[in-house]
């Protein structure tokens, strides 16, 4: 056969599979002009509220990440919104906005600072704010874990050793013990896919290692901790409900007709979100059986932000404007606004069978000029996916208010209300105003 024939050949392959590829992998956009915004519709029962991150807005944290600070010198958390003495006052913010549930994570560093040193004032004052939020009507959500423990754990190795696994699950139990009985709704790792990789591959994260090999060892141990603290726990309260906190982060090819693109794209969304959701569903990651892990969720907390167009040739660093597409608006934080890819992310883990609770989104927008279309826009296809049946009990809005953002430091501001960090000032956003009447109405 003529050299010619075979090229045709190649050629009409290549481009039946990149076909083939793109109907089984839509990647829809809307044309939001043309759409009524305002026009939202949510049960009845649905579940309204927020969600914070210890590290993030406490204060003068002494942990893995104060310590990486320190080591690296990237702008230090340092008091951060000082949340640790006027949380009466945030709390306030939460009931002028209405909510009725609110996700907070517990520091391990505050609670044993020491190994075996358990801090019992830090513990009561958990305590008191579980009972203020219940006295106010808001029901807690509690994390366990948001990418911060104490220095001592991460002197042994953190997650990145098995055997250390024994410590976390002995912290989990004793402050499960205090709590459980008004804290019914519990987050035991907040995206553990995104510790893992930024801390262990990317370099971007605590420990700041570079190891493909430690990453995925780290992901395997992650997950153990999660279905290990899951089995522990639900064993002393089986009337709690214990999940994980999952970021779906999508990721299309670049190029549509590029089919090395739509293979790093395929590799990264399963590195990315499909190991994770196989474990809970098969028991297994990377090849290996994972202990307990199978069906040890009563619920998905899904964070969904953005999608990513993946090519070879990707940046190993944050400090990059993503690319996009031409129709899209490109956020503060250099990714895209992607509300479409909210209800591809909700038919991704609804494989798991299980309730979804929203537990993060959000947008970064110091001007506020983008945060209300965002919130338009996501809780639109929110609502149509409910409307479709699919199981969505609430909506956490990240964040309540600006905070320190991890390696970003404070130059991004998701909050519904704006902070003054010289004077911890706290001024609601329109925004926030919006919010409070989408709540109203729902």
Known sequence: ??????????????????????????????????????????????????????????????????????????????????????????????????????????????????????????????????????????????????????????????????????????????????????????????????????????????????????????????????????????????????????NVTLFDPLRRWNLVHWITAKVLNHLWNGIWISSIKRGRMLGRRVEYAKGSVDFIGLNYYTHVLASPFMPRTIEVDLPKRKHQIMTEFGYPMYAEGLHRAIEMIAALKVPIEITENGVADESDSLRPEHLHRHLLVLSQAIEEGYDIRSYHHWSLMDNFEWAEGYKLRFGLFHVDYDTQERTMRESGRLFKEIIANN
């Open 1 to 246: 056969m003529d050299w010619w024939v075979w090229g045709l050949a190649s050629l009409a392959s290549y481009v039946l599979i990149i076909i083939y590829l793109s109907w089984r992998n839509p990647e829809p956009h809307s044309t939001w002009q043309q759409i009524d915004l305002e026009q939202l519709k949510f049960p009845s029962n649905f579940n309204w509220g927020s969600a914070t991150a210890a590290h993030q807005i406490e204060g003068n944290n002494t942990n893995n990440w104060s310590s990486f600070e320190e080591r690296t010198g990237i702008e230090k958390s340092a008091k951060a919104c000082e949340h640790w003495q006027r949380w009466r006052e945030d709390f306030n913010l939460l009931s002028e906005l209405g909510v009725d549930s609110y996700r907070f994570s517990i520091e391990w560093s505050r609670i044993e600072p020491e190994q075996g040193e358990w801090n019992e004032a830090v513990v009561s004052t958990y305590s008191k704010m579980v009972d203020d939020l219940l006295q106010r009507g808001i029901k807690p959500m509690v994390t366990l874990h948001h990418f911060t423990h104490p220095i001592w754990f991460e002197e042994l190795g953190g997650f990145s050793k098995k055997e250390n696994l024994e410590h976390w699950v002995n912290y989990c139990e004793r402050i499960f013990d205090v709590l459980s009985d008004r804290v019914k709704d519990w987050c035991t790792i907040n995206e553990p896919e995104v510790f893992s990789i930024m801390g262990y591959f990317m370099g971007l994260f605590p420990p700041g290692r570079k190891s493909i090999r430690k990453t995925l060892r780290v992901m395997r141990n992650m997950m153990s901790a999660h279905a290990l603290a899951y089995r522990s726990l639900k064993s002393s309260r089986p009337d709690t409900r214990i999940g994980l906190a999952k």
